[in-house]
């Protein structure tokens, strides 16, 4: 198994969390309340942190002990730039797979998506 390191970020563990959920707005700011925040999100990097190469052993991952499993799809959709089509295409397909491979999940919502050079 191969093994590299990456800089990754997290959120640090403030004592504001245990009043307030951490939150970042996407929407801006409105111009009416120009010193609103748009986030409490405080984030730390942490340099080092092993990423183990698990090609071949995807199935040993299930949702129920790692939080994550791998999906294997032949999703085709390549326009990422066309809100439209996202929205139209891309979310259904992606429902539908989570739905197919989480048989527990009784309602999918995908909540949260903006094409990225909009953020």
């Known amino acids: 198994m191969t093994t590299v390191t990456a800089q990754l970020g997290f959120i640090k563990p403030l004592d504001l969390y ?15 309340m120009p010193d609103v925040d748009l986030t409490n999100v405080k984030t730390d990097t942490i340099a080092g942190i092993p990423l183990h190469d698990v ?12 939080g994550f499993r ?8 390549q326009a990422f ?3 439209q089509r996202i929205i139209d295409e891309y979310l259904p397909q992606a429902e ?5 491979n989480i048989p527990y999940a009784e309602k999918i919502h995908i909540y949260d998506w903006r094409v990225i050079n909009k953020m």
Do not use: A, C, V
């Not at 245990?18 to 009416?32: A, D, I």
């Open 70 to 77: 791998f999906i294997k799809t032949n999703q085709t959709f």
């Open 55 to 66: 090609r071949g052993r995807e199935d040993s991952y299930s949702l129920d002990k790692y």
């Open 96 to 100: 539908k797979l989570i739905k197919n």
């Open 18 to 32: 245990t009043k307030e959920k951490p939150y970042w707005l996407f929407l801006g700011r409105p111009e009416h």
């Open 81 to 83: 730039d066309n809100e």
